[in-house]
């Protein structure tokens, strides 16, 4: 069974770079048919998509965080990591990886999700 | 991009009883690519609808959903104990997917 499971520090300063990490269990990153995606949610908020990667390494970003944002992708870990940089108060969420398919192949939803993460930015 | 608002902000109903959700989007929804989350406090959101209508594996058959173009509604026929909770629509036809803001369902 496929399982997510997010990394990484709980507290980032203010102008630095949050970086997190999902690990994918019980498959392999390397299938051909989804793409893997980072969705945060702000305390008591609703949920936005950050961006996502293919195993090859190509990516699709959310036009709102794009300049800030790099998706990265480590197979031979079976991982893939989040990097936001410049963070601010704003950027305080849950963050949470899940698999899906976009629209620029058969799309399909984001149908498997990890518990998610909370980062505080704060100095 | 396509912005998704949702209706009722909150839903306070009782147990037993049909609870009607509904996702309206800005511009038409490519393919009815429209899904429907159910997130619980402190868990992630899992997937109960896609495609407008197709629930996802093992979800239950009083979870229904409907609708086209720019007009979704998510039905739960009978409220159980386990069902009340905040649901968000979800639009992935087209890039950036986006949520809606979610309704709440609120025991009465």
């Known amino acids: 069974q496929l399982q997510l499971q997010e990394s990484g520090p709980g507290l980032v300063k203010p102008s630095e770079t949050l970086s997190l990490t999902c690990t994918v269990s019980?498959?392999?990153?390397?299938?051909?048919?989804?793409?893997w995606g980072w969705i945060r949610q702000p305390p008591g908020k609703g949920l936005e998509w950050i961006g996502s990667?293919?195993?090859?390494?190509?990516?699709y970003y959310n036009p709102s965080l794009k300049s800030r944002v790099t998706i990265s992708v480590d197979t031979s870990k079976n991982q893939f990591s989040l990097k936001l940089s410049s963070v601010t108060a704003a950027d305080t969420a849950v963050y949470y990886c899940?698999?899906?398919?976009?629209?620029?192949?058969?799309?399909?939803?984001?149908?498997?999700w990890g518990q998610g993460t909370m980062v505080t930015v704060s100095s | 991009e396509i912005v998704l608002t949702q209706s009722p902000g909150t839903l306070s109903l009782s147990p037993g009883e049909r609870a009607t959700l509904s996702c309206r989007a800005s511009?038409?929804?490519?393919?009815?690519?429209l899904a429907w989350y159910q997130q619980k406090p402190g868990q992630a959101p899992r997937l109960l609808i896609y495609?407008?209508?197709s629930r996802a594996t093992g979800i239950p058959d009083r979870f229904s959903g409907s609708g086209s173009g720019t007009d979704f509604t998510l039905t739960i026929s009978r409220l159980e104990p386990e069902d009340f909770a905040v649901y968000y629509c979800?639009?992935?036809?087209?890039?950036?997917?986006?949520f809606g803001q979610g309704t709440k369902v609120e025991i009465k």
């Open positions: 899940a698999r899906h398919t976009p629209d620029f192949m058969v799309a399909e939803p984001f149908d498997i």
């Open positions: 019980g498959g392999s990153i390397s299938s051909s048919s989804y793409y």
């Open positions: 990667i293919y195993y090859s390494g190509s990516t």
């Open positions: 511009q038409s929804v490519s393919s009815s690519y």
């Open positions: 495609g407008a209508s």
């Open positions: 979800q639009q992935y036809g087209s890039s950036p997917e986006t």
